[in-house]
């Protein structure tokens, strides 16, 4: 595998469900991202991974909990979610590099539907 | 704090028309611009990137020219093709951050 890599691409669940998304990058980046993006909706940052530590949650609802066990590894756990949060979810890695502004390398995706 | 702007709307042209996608920015210090691409069902890929003033990148016939004076990043291709039909997103990150400030991406069309 190269890339980064998501899984499953697709998965439906029922709102007392619990699921996870998993992504995994074999880049040897330091930072680990989760993106929403719905339709006709700007792409939403929602977390930030940087060498395994959280430095960014943007006011994400706590039925989302994300967990980075290493740099090459991200987890979003899903439970008690909502229709409305039915969309893509998308993964991303970039090197971590300080002081330079790091492009970022995205994953294929989750399309996530909630019944 | 960082930003970009898009044009607003889907953009439909013909095969081997001239293709402008406007974006600009507002930004402190010293910005990296950025033009990802998203094809049907995938996530974003990186089309092309600039690191400073006045620099062009350029991609698969794509450029962008980043433009200091007048904070914009507008992605040109002198003849598209139908395999173009995708969203185009701008991109500003900023220098000592992880984030990327993206634009609201615009669908292009390609008829052939």
């Known amino acids: 595998e190269t890339g980064v890599t998501q899984t499953p691409r697709h998965l439906v669940m029922g709102m007392t469900n619990k699921k996870s998304l998993k992504c995994e990058q074999h880049?040897?980046?330091?930072?680990m991202y989760w993106y929403k993006q719905s339709a006709k909706k700007p792409l939403e940052l929602m977390f930030v991974y940087n060498f395994k530590e959280q430095t960014e949650n943007n006011s994400v609802p706590s039925r989302f909990s994300p967990e980075c066990p290493n740099s090459s590894h991200l987890f979003l756990h899903l439970h008690t979610l909502q229709p409305e949060d039915s969309a893509l979810y998308l993964c991303a890695s970039s090197p971590g590099r300080t002081g330079e502004a790091n492009e970022q390398f995205f994953g294929p995706g989750t399309r996530l539907t909630v019944l | 704090g960082n930003s970009v702007t898009q044009m607003e709307g889907p953009v439909t042209l013909s095969e081997e028309a001239f293709l402008t996608i406007n974006c600009t920015y507002t930004a402190t210090g010293y910005p990296s611009l950025f033009w990802y691409v998203q094809y049907p069902g995938e996530g974003l890929q990186l089309l092309l990137k600039a690191t400073k003033a006045d620099d062009k990148g350029s991609n698969k016939g794509f450029e962008a020219t980043y433009r200091k004076e007048t904070t914009s990043f507008h992605l040109e291709k002198g003849s598209v093709q139908v395999s173009d039909s995708a969203v185009y997103f701008c991109a500003l990150g900023g220098y000592g951050n992880n984030r990327l400030a993206f634009g609201k991406g615009n669908q292009v069309v390609v008829i052939p």
């Open positions: 880049l040897g980046h330091n930072a």
